[in-house]
């Protein structure tokens, strides 16, 4: 992942964190608690590739692993959301440009489920059996509802955010063609013009005024 996109994938991550569990967390909903979390690396994956949301989802699990309340074994959340960044990536839109909001709405809903099911089943394998109390069709249903009424207001914003602030230079100067100077797509364009211009087959014309050598 590029050093350029760290930065706002931490500040997007710690944010999302505090609502999650000092907002969120706190309000007692029936079923399960609205993934901030969740809706954060699925929108940072669907911007950065499968790579990219692998390592966001990876962090922001184990930070979630890490933050009290946290009731749970460690590197169980880290590897739910290792999972759901790296399958969201895979998803990615062309330039990380969502063109429907139905699309990415099945992203989430996918994702809110999976997660759930994924968090409820490697909680069986540990001897976690809090899921079996609550309901686990409960536990999928309330967090399939949350995530996709969270989901408009969370994932656009944090795309928006993971493009703007999360671009390479490099890469920014050589996708902004309009912009000043000659990126690097530019100037492998102009040296294939050049070649191709000085190349076998080539006539060259005769400039007026100016007399050729002999």
Sequence with gaps: MRLARIPVSAVLMLFGLILQVSVFGRLQLPGATPDILLLVVVGLAMVYGPTGGCLVGFTAGLLAD??????????????????????????RPDHGRQRSV??????????????????????????????????????????????LLLAPFVVPLVMLLGRRFGRDPVA???????????????????????EVSSGPGYRKRRVPGFARRP
Aim: aromatic share 6%; net charge negative; proline share 3%.
């Design 66 to 91: 890490l933050a009290p309340p946290s009731d749970h074994a460690i590197g169980r959340y880290a590897l739910v959301l290792c999972l759901m960044g790296y399958a969201a990536g895979l998803l």
């Design 102 to 147: 139905a699309s990415a709405l099945l992203v989430v809903g996918a994702a809110a489920v999976a997660s759930t099911l994924l968090y409820a089943t490697v909680g069986a394998l540990v001897g976690d059996t809090a899921a079996r109390h609550v309901g686990l069709g409960g536990l999928v249903i309330s967090a399939l509802l949350y995530d």
């Design 172 to 194: 920014a100067a050589d996708d902004d063609e309009s912009g000043p100077g000659l990126g690097l797509g530019s100037l492998a364009r102009y040296r294939t013009t050049r």
